[in-house]
């Protein structure tokens, strides 16, 4: 598989290199500017929101897919991403772990059990990332489908701890999802793109990739 890699420089660019290792990556995307050896199947972007106009013009140039996880995405923005999905096929996640989408369909399936509780969510990352709340703590409230509170912590090094606490007068019941390493988000971006290459144009979750493209509610 040929790939476009928007961000090579950063941090998980290099995860997404090395992880993507058995793959031909022929074009790359930054703030140095673009370099190219050839037409990428799939595009993948783990960026900042500002990259996201530049790879949306490459990937119209090349006609390929898209895997994007870019998190801080106005709505705006992800509308253009979804747009997309009308000509080529486009993966979008907030977080490309498999544990945290499989927390996402936990909560869907369960969360309206405790209706009557309180919850509130909690999540650290590292002192670099801008965004907060965190995309995956935005993901998870949506998939609880209710209001509540979310706590963001912006310390050290960080890839992703975030925690669903529920509490009654005498109860408190947790769900937590930590990431030990930004490798883990790089092997799920590894499977999105193997899917997007070999699929129709559409707008694809992570969840879809895992449950082999069925839609998701």
Same mark, same amino acid.
Request: net charge negative; aromatic share 8%; charged share 20%.
């Given at each position: 598989?040929?790939?476009?890699?928007?961000?090579?420089?950063?941090?998980?660019?290099?995860?997404?290199?090395?992880?993507?290792?058995?793959?031909?990556?022929?074009?790359?995307?930054?703030?140095?500017?673009?370099?190219?050896?050839?037409?990428?199947?799939?595009?993948?972007?783990?960026?900042?929101?500002?990259?996201?106009?530049?790879?949306?013009?490459?990937?119209?140039?090349?006609?390929?897919?898209?895997?994007?996880?870019?998190?801080?995405?106005?709505?705006?923005?992800?509308?253009?991403?979804?747009?997309?999905?009308?000509? %080529? &096929?486009?993966?979008? *996640?907030?977080? /490309? +772990?498999?544990?945290?989408? $499989? !927390?996402?369909?936990?909560? @869907?399936?369960?969360?309206?059990?405790?209706?009557?509780?309180?919850?509130?969510?909690?999540?650290?990352?590292?002192?670099?990332?801008?965004?907060?709340?965190?995309?995956?703590?935005?993901?998870?409230?949506?998939?609880?489908?209710?209001?509540?509170?979310?706590?963001?912590?912006?310390?050290?090094? %960080? &890839?992703?701890?975030? *925690?669903?606490? /529920? +509490?009654?007068?005498?109860? $408190? !019941?947790?769900?937590?999802? @930590?990431?030990?390493?930004?490798?883990?988000?790089?092997?799920?971006?590894?499977?999105?793109?193997?899917?997007?290459?070999?699929?129709?144009?559409?707008?694809?979750?992570?969840?879809?990739?895992?449950?082999?493209?069925?839609?998701?509610?």
């Amino acid at each position: 598989m040929k790939y476009g890699l928007v961000g090579a420089s950063g941090r998980m660019g290099g995860e997404i290199r090395r992880i993507f290792s058995a793959h031909e990556l022929c074009y790359t995307l930054d703030i140095t500017g673009e370099t190219g050896e050839g037409v990428p199947e799939v595009m993948v972007d783990f960026s900042q929101p500002s990259a996201l106009g530049a790879t949306l013009a490459a990937v119209r140039r090349f006609s390929c897919s898209l895997v994007i996880g870019t998190t801080g995405l106005s709505e705006a923005q992800l509308e253009e991403v979804k747009d997309l999905g009308r000509s %080529v &096929p486009v993966v979008q *996640s907030f977080n /490309f +772990a498999a544990g945290v989408t $499989l !927390f996402k369909m936990i909560l @869907r399936e369960f969360g309206p059990l405790f209706a009557d509780w309180d919850v509130e969510i909690c999540e650290t990352h590292h002192n670099k990332k801008k965004d907060a709340p965190s995309g995956t703590a935005i993901l998870l409230r949506d998939a609880l489908g209710r209001d509540c509170p979310a706590h963001s912590l912006r310390m050290g090094g %960080v &890839p992703g701890d975030h *925690s669903v606490i /529920f +509490a009654s007068e005498g109860e $408190l !019941f947790s769900l937590t999802h @930590r990431a030990i390493s930004r490798s883990v988000f790089a092997y799920g971006a590894l499977r999105a793109a193997e899917f997007a290459a070999a699929a129709q144009p559409g707008f694809y979750s992570f969840e879809e990739v895992l449950t082999c493209g069925r839609k998701t509610s």
